[in-house]
């Protein structure tokens, strides 16, 4: 009698268990909790059809009732489909041959191994629902920002812990390359995918999605959020600097001075979340070669030719406006593109009297022959071609570009040899 009450206990424990998991509504718990009694049912007994199973979800209990019909005592052949007379009769006297006998059974009496089945049976359901909840759940906020714990750190990833405890997963791929974490911190990082193979969902975030920057101005910009300005396009080189395009319906706003705020109180969060990424705002327009000279501030530009078809763009500007247009790096021209859609060419409108069919070559070239510290130095002080570099003093070069005399003979040497070549 022990025994029964041990396993009697088991089960309850067993319900309230997976009764109380999260994600899981009551009518997909009931439904789960049933099928699992019939299946073991139907493995002990090769039928589960004359069996009723009652959930009860609010009392946290169940009931299973079998249906017999009564047979003749020398008929009985399937106790578990028939009951003889007489034992029918110790039920109620009132009972006679073709009648239907309902009694209830207690799952406890079918032994530890039922019970054993039963939840091993209810553990897989569970975990497959819960995975499914898992994957529909965050399928639906792919592109939301989340807010999860660092739980482990590894090479290659970290793994977070939702406030569920659902883990996550942020490749070092998908980090802002000066990310650093430690165990316990909250990392904010938006639903890149959802990956779901054999069943096993895996959400990936991301911290250099260019959704990432739009969430973010989201929720520093009411005007973006209420929808009097529009985030129309973004472009990202992750923790070095980004370009956002926004529009307004509305003429009373100024869209640009909306995002930044005053003294760029709304954007200096942003900022810092994304590790001192610089981000320019600049104001949308359907006007391509606007667009374009507005992508590329905050160098001047003087004229802008479009070839729509290749999508690619002449942009002219003058001498001292060419390393703004490019920027540190490439930067500031990298994004424009990334921006406009548009392959950006930039040409220096030259001075009176100069060939304009003389062929000259930015610095920037030449980064695979001459350090790149050494041709920031050198455009530090206005100078960014190679014919500017060969036709400037060389006393100029050692003085204003802080250069020592051999590294500065190296660059003409190599600046010259260009030409020669050429000829």
Known sequence: MAKK??????????????????NIDKTTMVSVLEESFRSVIAKMFGTDENYDVIVNPDKGDFEIWRNRQVVNDEELKNAN???????AKKIDASYEEGEEVTDEVHFADFGRRAILNLRQTLASKILELEKDSIYTKYTDQIGTIISAEVYQIWKKEILLLDDEGNELLLPKTEQIPSDF?????????????????????KIILSRIDPAFLERLLEMEVPEINDGLITIKKVARIPGERAKVAVESYDERIDPVGACVGVKGSRIHGIVRELRNENIDVISYTSNVSLFIQRALSPAKVTDVRLDEENHRAEVHLKPEEVSLAIGKGGLNIKLASMLTEYTIDVFRDLPEGVDVNEEDIYLDE??????????????????????????????????????????????????KAEFEEDK
């Open 5 to 22: 009450t041990e396993d009697t206990v088991s089960l309850i424990d067993t319900f309230q268990e997976f009764k109380e998991l999260k």
């Open 81 to 87: 489909l028939e009951i003889s007379l007489t034992d």
């Open 181 to 201: 974490y430690r165990k316990g911190e909250t990392v904010r990082a938006v639903i890149a995918r959802v990956d779901n193979r054999n069943n096993n969902p």
């Open 366 to 415: 030449f980064r695979d022959e001459i350090d790149g510290w050494v041709i920031d130095a050198i455009k530090s002080i206005g100078i960014d071609t190679a014919k500017a570099v060969i036709n400037a003093p060389r006393e100029m070069l050692i003085e204003k570009a802080d250069l020592e005399e051999n590294t500065v003979d190296e660059v003409l040497r190599i600046l």
